[in-house]
């Protein structure tokens, strides 16, 4: 049975940082690239990064996060995690990360949520003072 559990979301002062984590149970997510997502109440589900798969996939961060977050994995872990850093209130959402069985992110598509297959339940980051 495949599945996604995020964890690290919570309650952060602007400027701060957090660091997600999607831990992939039953499959190896070597050949996999996974994405991140968040959504904020009353908005559409937007495509925040996505790492391609191998040990040091390619990357790709929406504008509104680029310098901000990182994306990484640790395929021995099977693992994905994403660092996020200078914080602010537009970046509170429920984030979730999925997986893309194709394998390679792309800068055109990589935010399309209909080419992930599998998701997370989502863990709720809030970034207020």
């Known amino acids: 049975q495949v599945q996604l559990v995020e964890s690290g979301g919570g309650l952060v002062q602007p400027g701060g940082s957090l660091r997600l984590s999607c831990v992939v149970s039953g499959f190896t997510m070597d050949y996999y690239a996974i994405g991140w997502f968040r959504q904020a109440p009353g908005k559409e589900r937007e495509g925040v990064s996505c790492?391609?798969?191998?040990?040091?996939?390619?990357?790709y961060y929406s504008d509104s996060v680029k310098g901000r977050f990182t994306i990484s994995r640790d395929n021995a872990k099977n693992t994905v995690y994403l660092q996020m850093n200078s914080l602010k209130p537009e970046d509170t959402a429920v984030y979730y990360c999925?997986?893309?069985?194709?394998?390679?992110?792309?800068?055109?598509?990589?935010?399309?949520?209909?080419?992930?297959?599998?998701w997370g339940q989502g863990t709720q980051v809030t970034v207020s003072s």
């Open positions: 790492i391609s798969r191998g040990d040091d996939g390619a990357t």
């Open positions: 999925a997986t893309d069985p194709y394998g390679y992110c792309s800068s055109s598509s990589y935010y399309s949520p209909h080419l992930y297959d599998y």
